[in-house]
C-alpha cells in the first residue's frame, strides 16, 4: 500500500460509484485501505462490484441511491452510517447528460439534469455536513466538468449544471471551513469509459474530437481517480475550494 495516500481505517461513500471513474475511485480507495459505500441506481452492478472487494477481504458495501430522490439520499445516508458509524469522505460523482441542440431541450430533459447534477450533489453535500459537523471534519469531493468552465454546443443543461457544481463548491468551502470540513471539485475531460464506448468507435468523431485535446488522446478513470486519492489524502491538509482541471490540456487552448 502506498503510505503516502494511506486510507487506512476511513470511510468513503462513492455516489454513481457502480462503473466507469466512480468504479475505478472505489477500486482505487478500497486498496489504499478505505471502507466504501457504493451507491449508485444499479445496485446489481453496486453489488457486484461490492463482492469483488470483499473477497479480497476489504470492506464494502452496496446501496441502491437515485440521487436526485431526497428519500433515497437520507436513506443512504443512513445505511452507510449503520454499517460504518460514521462517513469520513463523501464523493458526488453520480451525474447523467442529454445531449441534443438547445431548441429541442424539454421541460423533462433539463429538470433531470439538474436534479441529479446539481440538486442531488448539494442535498448529498449537506446531508454529509451534517455528520462531519458532528464527526469534527471531513471532506467532501464533487465531480464537475470542463464543461462547466468551457461550455461546449448541444449539451447546454450539463454544462450549466456542471458550472453549478463548481459555484457550489467554492461556496460551500468558504461556509463550513470552520468545522474542518474541506470541499473541492474535479473538472475531468473526455475520458474513455464503458459508458462512451460506441462513441469512441467513430473514427471520424474521435479524430475531431481529439484535435481539441493538446495531449492528443483520451483521459483514463485512473487520471481522475489519482487525483481524488490526493484530495482524500491527508497530502491535502491546505487545499479546499479548488477545482482541479484534468483534460489534457483541453482548457489551455
Not at 445505511?79 to 460504518?84: A, G, L, P, R, S
Not at 438547445?102 to 439534469?113: G, L, M, R, S
Request: glycine share 8%; with cysteine; net charge negative.
Amino acid at each position: 500500500m502506498d503510505k503516502v495516500f494511506d486510507l487506512a481505517g476511513k470511510v468513503i461513500l462513492v455516489t454513481g460509484g457502480s462503473r466507469g471513474i466512480g468504479a475505478q475511485m472505489v477500486r482505487d480507495f478500497s486498496e489504499h485501505g478505505a471502507a466504501v459505500a457504493i451507491a449508485s441506481r444499479n445496485i446489481e452492478k453496486c453489488m457486484e462490484l461490492s463482492e469483488e472487494l470483499q473477497g479480497k477481504g476489504r470492506k464494502a458495501i452496496a446501496i441502491q441511491c437515485d440521487v436526485s430522490n431526497m428519500d433515497e439520499i437520507s436513506a443512504m445516508f443512513e445505511k452507510t452510517m449503520e454499517e460504518f458509524g460514521k462517513i469520513d469522505i463523501l464523493v458526488n460523482n453520480a451525474g447523467v447528460n442529454t445531449t441534443k441542440p438547445a431548441t429541442k431541450v424539454t421541460e423533462e430533459d433539463y429538470d433531470y439534469i439538474f436534479d441529479v447534477n446539481t440538486k442531488g450533489l448539494f442535498f448529498c453535500c449537506q446531508q454529509a455536513a451534517k455528520i462531519m459537523i458532528e464527526q469534527n471534519g471531513g471532506k467532501i469531493i464533487n465531480i464537475s466538468s470542463v464543461g462547466g468552465i468551457k461550455p461546449y454546443k448541444r449539451i447546454a443543461p450539463y454544462t450549466a449544471s456542471k458550472a453549478a457544481v463548481i459555484h457550489l463548491t467554492k461556496s460551500l468551502a468558504s461556509e463550513w471551513a470552520r468545522y474542518g470540513i474541506f470541499v473541492n471539485s474535479i473538472a475531468p475531460g473526455l475520458i474513455s469509459t464503458e459508458i462512451n464506448e460506441k462513441e469512441m468507435e467513430n473514427e471520424e468523431w474521435l479524430e475531431k474530437i481529439l484535435k481539441t485535446i493538446p495531449l492528443r488522446k483520451l483521459g483514463a478513470p485512473e487520471d481522475i481517480s489519482s487525483i481524488a486519492l490526493y484530495l482524500a489524502s491527508d497530502m491535502a491538509k491546505y487545499v479546499t475550494g479548488q477545482t482541479f482541471s484534468i483534460d489534457g490540456g483541453t482548457l489551455s487552448e
